[in-house]
């Protein structure tokens, strides 16, 4: 059970391609729609659709997915679309969170507020182009969250299915906005507390990355309390793990395969647990130096590597591996304590792997 399978969980029985092809579908017709409203529109179709289908890993859909067949559900295109929608709430949150981190990039193409903003400069409007590229960049992430309704909505589940989801898709929306929140409030507050820090990363991530859409997929099946139960002890470690392995990755990762550049999670001031560790072990010299430095803008390459010496020689990132390495243990463990679809179990099984492992 300890093992990858050759091929990876979000492709098995055409996952990816048909959430995918939900997505394409959904938002060809909402391209149509919002032309019929006014032309000016069509960039804001166009964006959106090269947000969303033009990467992403889409391992929330996966996890729910997985959850609602491991709990006994049969598959069909209804659940596959609903599922989808989890898509659109992770576009919503990237979009804003890119924003408030000003960040330049994602996923190697620029940033939503970069690319309005730049739309701004080309056809030489008037006012502040980086102004309406920023208020683009909210519409647009608030427009994928009510789309994210919408689909939901729109999939043809039953009523009575739709009925059990909704309060854990609710649910999930709010616990990734306060933690958002929270995300931001730590970092002008300068609270650098593993404690803080774990609690950040639980809800801005790992709550809607895995718990959440495997309880959606619960609900969807109709599953029983054990399951969930189940369900949860293996999704919030999980969730925890997969964060730390992207704070991992935005201090210590390629931007060939990151899309984002170097270090840009110490420009942004980030106050992860990989941080906060740093923080906690390093001597006086190295945490003046790791706090002076952190959220500075002009970090150059040379002062990215000095702050990754901290972080090194603070022993935080062999603590960090070794903690992702203990919460991936906890989650596979939970899921030896419940009966489950065996081919479900080994996707999960897989998706633990994938998710705790990548280097994008």
Known sequence: MTHAAPVSPVDRNGLRERVDKALTEFLAGQRVRLATVDDALVPVAE?????????GKRLRPAFAYWGFRGAGGVDSDQVLTALAALEFVQASALIHDDLMDRSDTRRGEPAVHR????????????????????????LLGDLCLVWSDELLHSAGLDLWALARARPVFDEMRTEVTVGQYLDVLTQVTGDTSVERASKVARYKSAKYTVERPMLLGAALADAPEDVRTAYSAYGLPLGEAFQLRDDVLGVFGDPALTGKPAGDDLREGKRTYLVAAAVEATDDAGRELLLGRLGDQELDEQGVAQLREVILGSGALARTEQRIATLTDAALTALTAVDLDTEARQALVDLAIAATRRAD
Do not use: K, Y
């Open 47 to 55: 964006a959106i659709e090269a947000f969303v289908l033009g990467g």
């Open 115 to 138: 690319r309005f903003a730049t739309r701004h400069r080309e056809s030489g409007w008037g006012g502040d182009p980086d102004g309406f590229g920023d208020a683009a960049a909210i």
